[in-house]
């Protein structure tokens, strides 16, 4: 699976737009990338997941570049709620278990 | 999304006893299961793969004679700490695969967590 590289750390503050940019230098053709939202004490929860280009739903955007070597999460006017740690992965169809890196802590303040 | 619930959502024992954590599927059939285990400010550490029928596999550094899996249906897996020690103590996820729009997606449960005195 390929690794991924993301930011420990990153501070926004309530009604900002927070860009957590994530590297995957080795993904491969038949490669996924999914991202994860996990607060304290609970399971990560799905939040986006593309291919390539930008994929958007009512929480977030995902923007992949052509060559797909990294990707960005987009999470708009964020809340005090939203302080979280992220997780970017890197998956495929076979469905192998996604081995999860250290994530971003996203910390939001009023 | 797919949900997948654990059960219990936490869970104190004392050393030397077993412990059961189940993992369900609630309203897809999952032939594949995954266990976490997460310790505090760490990220999740894959333990093993639980596959409907057959012998889970374990991830390496993962003894297989603690940590008892068995994924008896399509949408149940359990895991059973056996003679827990204060070590074991952490935060235990599953996930199961689900069908997505474009590629298998894994969703998880709520996560339990193990205390052992």
């Known amino acids: 699976l390929a690794k991924t590289t993301q930011p420990i750390s990153m501070d926004s503050y309530e009604g900002q737009e927070v860009n957590i940019t994530c590297s995957h230098n080795?993904?491969?053709?038949?490669?996924?990338i999914t991202w994860y939202q996990q607060f304290p004490s609970q399971g990560p929860r799905f939040i986006i997941q593309g291919y390539k280009t930008k994929v958007t739903n009512e929480v977030a955007s995902l923007f992949i570049p052509a060559d797909r070597k990294s990707s960005t999460l987009s999470l708009p006017r964020v809340s005090l709620s939203d302080t979280a740690v992220y997780y970017c992965?890197?998956?495929?169809?076979?469905?192998?278990?996604?081995?999860f890196g250290k994530g971003t802590t996203l910390s939001v303040s009023s | 999304g797919a949900v997948v619930s654990q059960h219990p959502s936490w869970v104190i024992c004392k050393s030397g006893t077993s412990v059961k954590i189940e993992c369900r599927s609630l309203?897809?059939?999952?032939?594949?299961m995954f266990w976490y285990r997460q310790f505090p400010k760490q990220s999740l550490m894959l333990m093993a793969t639980?596959?409907?029928?057959?012998?889970?596999?374990?991830e390496q550094g993962v003894e297989k004679d603690k940590f008892l899996i068995n994924h008896a249906s399509l949408t149940l897996s359990t895991l059973t700490v056996t003679s827990a020690h204060p070590e074991d103590s952490s935060f235990y996820i599953c996930?199961?695969?689900?069908?997505?729009?474009?590629?298998?997606?894994?969703?998880f449960g709520p996560g339990t967590r193990l205390t052992v005195l």
């Open positions: 309203d897809f059939q999952a032939t594949t």
């Open positions: 639980s596959n409907e029928g057959s012998k889970a596999t374990y």
């Open positions: 080795n993904i491969a053709t038949n490669d996924y």
């Open positions: 996930s199961a695969r689900a069908p997505g729009a474009m590629v298998d997606t894994q969703y």
């Open positions: 992965l890197v998956s495929n169809q076979a469905g192998t278990a996604l081995i």
